[in-house]
């Protein structure tokens, strides 16, 4: 199975500021994914990271507010640009292993915003 | 596009006791389906998934799930509960062949009485 780590594990922001959540995965995966967990809430999925390209978005979510780098095929990268209290929530890292199809998650960032 | 129901939001169980969580699904074929714990503070932990083949699909933790395709049904049970399994589970569907981007549903929140 695939370990996948995330970092920051939280972090308390201010309004108006930007912050990078890092996921880094022990094996190779063939696709990676990043999720939102709002408060109380289920997960909701942002996009999809696609190695050397640009992510591909979900309905309500855009690049200039939530820009995903790929640069391998093991680490990923989400900015939540220019934060706002709604941006308070758990963004989950997912992978799908290489050799079992099974969609592994990180234990989340947990973001509130100030 | 598929879309995830988990008709009860909360559920409290007396330990020992069998516990079933209901998920239904619409999708245009047979998706994969599969059942995620969170824990609180914690990332998502796969309990099992249905790909194809037996409907009765055994996980972790002595879970069990039922695909039912002419109830679009996803049923998780366990026959006797633990304190240990209070948590949150969501169902979640995916789409063959889409690298198991997941849609979830709105999640059950178990809670488990002495």
């Known amino acids: 199975s695939a370990v996948i780590s995330q970092k920051p594990s939280r972090d308390i922001c201010q309004r108006g500021t930007s912050l990078t959540i890092q996921c880094q995965v022990d094996?190779?995966?063939?696709?990676m994914f990043w999720y939102r967990q709002q408060p109380g809430q289920s997960l909701t999925l942002i996009a999809t990271a696609n190695q050397g390209s640009e992510a591909t978005y979900e309905s309500g979510f855009v690049i200039d507010k939530f820009p995903i780098s790929r640069p391998n095929l093991t680490f990923s990268t989400l900015t939540v640009s220019n934060m706002s209290p709604e941006d308070s929530s758990i963004y989950l890292c997912?992978?799908?292993?290489?050799?079992?199809?099974?969609?592994?998650f990180g234990e989340g960032s947990r973001l509130t915003v100030l | 596009a598929q879309s995830v129901t988990q008709p009860d939001i909360h559920i409290t169980v007396s330990e020992g006791a069998s516990l079933e969580l209901r998920c239904n699904y619409s999708y245009g074929a047979t998706p994969y389906l599969f059942w995620y714990v969170q824990s609180p503070g914690q990332g998502l932990q796969l309990l099992l998934k249905?790909?194809?083949?037996?409907?009765l699909v055994q996980g972790i933790k002595g879970f069990e799930a039922e695909f039912k395709r002419s109830q679009s049904s996803f049923n998780l049970r366990k026959p006797s509960v633990h304190w240990s399994d209070a948590a949150e589970y969501f169902c979640a569907v995916g789409v063959p062949n889409a690298g198991n981007m997941l849609t979830f549903g709105g999640g059950t929140r178990l809670m488990v009485k002495p």
């Open positions: 997912s992978g799908t292993g290489q050799n079992t199809g099974e969609l592994f």
């Open positions: 249905y790909f194809s083949g037996d409907t």
């Open positions: 094996s190779q995966v063939t696709m």
